[in-house]
Structures are given as structure tokens and as C-alpha cells.
């Protein structure tokens, strides 16, 4: 079992850059895949980015793509979103999220374990 916690979330201008964090507790946060999405009002969850327990393979959405970077510091149980020329559209609830076997990273459902969330505000 592993909890996460998300940060980093705040107020930002159109075209500015912010670095959300997932930290997660326990000494087994390092075999998981680790997964972003970002919901708002409404509208269902939808995926950001997802990195394998190791780091190699990182997985983007088509909208984020280019513009985030997801990166990992399993010394640290940390997983970090590094989010760049930012958008009113990016604006969201942003949750991390945990899973032992990747199948399809896209996926909400295949996730086990999920942060509270923060909140990322873009304005125009």
C-alpha cells in the first residue's frame, strides 16, 4: 500500500511554468508506476502523464505533450510534473496516482492509489 501526496499547485500567468510533487510514503513506493491526471468540473479525469516504476518509459497526453516533463527520485518517494509554457486550458485539479502492473496508462481505472489533489490555476 502506498499514500500520496500532491504539491506545488498554485496561481500562475498564461505561458509561465510550475513543478508539481507526489510524494509517497512506505519503502515500496519505488515499484510503482506513478501516473498525473487533472480533472475539472464536470468533465472526467483526464490523463497527463504516467512514469514506470524505474524511470524508463514515460507515457504523455496528446494535450500536455512537448510542454510537461514527468521525472522521478525514488531516494526521495518523489515523482515531480515539471509543467512549461502554461495554458488557461491547463487549469485543473491535478491527482497522482499509483499502480503496480501498467497495462494501459491512460487509464484511470488500472490506478490503485490516489492523492488528494492540488490545484493549478492558469490565467489568461
Known amino acids: 500500500q502506498v499514500q500520496l501526496v500532491e504539491s506545488g499547485g498554485g496561481l500562475v500567468q498564461a505561458g509561465d511554468s510550475l513543478t508539481l510533487s507526489c510524494a509517497g510514503s512506505?519503502?515500496?513506493?519505488?515499484?510503482?508506476?506513478i501516473g498525473w491526471f487533472r480533472q475539472t468540473p464536470g468533465m472526467e479525469r483526464e490523463f497527463v502523464s504516467t512514469?514506470?516504476?524505474?524511470?524508463?518509459?514515460?507515457f504523455y497526453g496528446n494535450s500536455v505533450k512537448g510542454r510537461f516533463t514527468i521525472s522521478r527520485d525514488n531516494a526521495k518517494n518523489t515523482v515531480y510534473l515539471q509543467m512549461t509554457a502554461l495554458k488557461p486550458e491547463d487549469t485543473a485539479i491535478y491527482y497522482c496516482?499509483?499502480?503496480?502492473?501498467?497495462?494501459?496508462?491512460?487509464?484511470?481505472?488500472?490506478?490503485?492509489?490516489w492523492g488528494q489533489g492540488t490545484q493549478v490555476t492558469v490565467s489568461s
Open positions: 496516482a499509483a499502480v503496480r502492473v501498467l497495462t494501459t496508462p491512460e487509464d484511470p481505472h488500472i490506478y490503485s492509489y
Open positions: 512514469i514506470s516504476w524505474g524511470g524508463v518509459d514515460t
Open positions: 512506505g519503502r515500496t513506493f519505488g515499484i510503482y508506476h
